[in-house]
């Protein structure tokens, strides 16, 4: 027992000396690990600087965007007071046409911003752009039919349908530039001699319908 006690005794001034030694090495800092110390404030400092240059690019290439998104808006020309569309249809049928007359699309079903006259049958544009029209024909049985889109009084694209016993519906597109002021229409063409007739039938067969694509 009392040599236990005596190793004790022995073994505790050894263990708070080599604490002691271990306190006092963590606490000193050496010469080269100040010098590390240094390295990596400094690669934090660059790293932290490297990212406020870049903070400061994204902020000022979003203001751009902003600034651009918002001259966009001010200068756009889609706005819902330049909404022009029409489509309009036959009411009746007509067995007698004349010779370069206008064919009679005089029921109207839309005709947002009033670009259509349904008393001459004609569009007339109300802006400088892009148009897009679409004509629908129907003959009677045993009748063919010929007629053109007019643009200021020029033919610009031609409808024509079959002759055998039973009706028949041609349908032709086109899309045109106008300035404000031009006329677009659908006339009979004479180069057919019986092209004269236009069926009614159940109605909705003989359309004429377009729009703004696009304002310049």
């Not at 001034?13 to 050496?30: D, E, G, S, W, Y």
């Not at 406020?52 to 918002?70: I, M, N, P, S």
């Amino acid at each position: 027992m009392a040599i236990m006690l005596t190793q004790i005794l022995f073994i505790i001034p050894l263990l708070i000396c080599t604490k002691a030694q271990n306190q006092q090495q963590m606490t000193t800092v050496t010469p080269v690990r100040y010098a590390l110390i240094l390295r990596e404030l400094a690669d934090v400092t660059r790293g932290r600087e490297a990212l406020q240059v870049k903070v400061k690019q994204y902020r000022e290439t979003y203001d751009q965007l902003q600034r651009k998104t918002a001259a966009d808006k001010a200068a756009c020309r889609c706005s819902s007071n330049t909404a022009v569309a029409f489509t309009a249809h036959l009411d009746k049928e007509i067995t007698v046409l004349g010779l370069d007359q206008p064919l009679p699309f005089d029921n109207v079903t839309l005709n947002e911003g009033n670009a259509y006259d349904a008393r001459h049958a004609q569009f007339r544009a109300p802006f400088n752009g892009t148009y897009q029209f679409f004509a629908s024909l129907t003959s009677n049985a045993g009748y063919q039919l010929a007629a053109q889109f007019m643009l200021n009084g020029s033919p610009v694209i031609n409808i024509r349908t079959g002759n055998d016993n039973q009706f028949h519906t041609a349908t032709n597109g086109l899309v045109v530039h106008m300035n404000a002021g031009d006329d677009l229409w659908v006339q009979h063409a004479h180069s057919v001699a019986d092209s004269n007739r236009l069926f009614h039938g159940e109605g909705l067969l003989t359309t004429f319908s377009g729009y703004l694509v696009n304002k310049d």
